[in-house]
């Protein structure tokens, strides 16, 4: 999953560099976070969300063969 969100991050960015995907796993979960360079922090987000949201559900899609619940936080 880490390699999926960091490949969609770094098409949307203009600074790919600056894209890191950090993993956490739980017994139950995994957990995602996402930091950008902070001027690609809209790119990422998009208008209302929905940038963010589409990525949430392409993960939790490629995720859901695991049965585990994954969780992608976008950090500053």
């Given amino acids: 999953m880490k ?6 991050a770094k098409a949307l960015v203009d600074h ?4 890191v995907v950090t993993e956490t796993v739980h017994p139950k979960s995994v ?3 996402l930091k950008v360079d902070p001027e690609d922090m809209g ?3 998009g208008k209302q969300g929905r940038i963010a949201r589409a990525i949430r559900t392409v993960v939790k899609s490629a995720a859901s063969k695991d ?4 969780i992608v ?3 500053q």
Avoid: Q
Wanted: aromatic share 0%.
């Fill in 67 to 70: 049965d585990k619940k994954v």
């Fill in 73 to 75: 936080e976008i950090l």
């Fill in 16 to 19: 790919p560099e600056g894209v």
């Fill in 43 to 45: 790119k990422v987000i």
């Fill in 3 to 8: 390699e999926l969100v960091e490949v969609i």
């Fill in 31 to 33: 957990v995602l976070e």
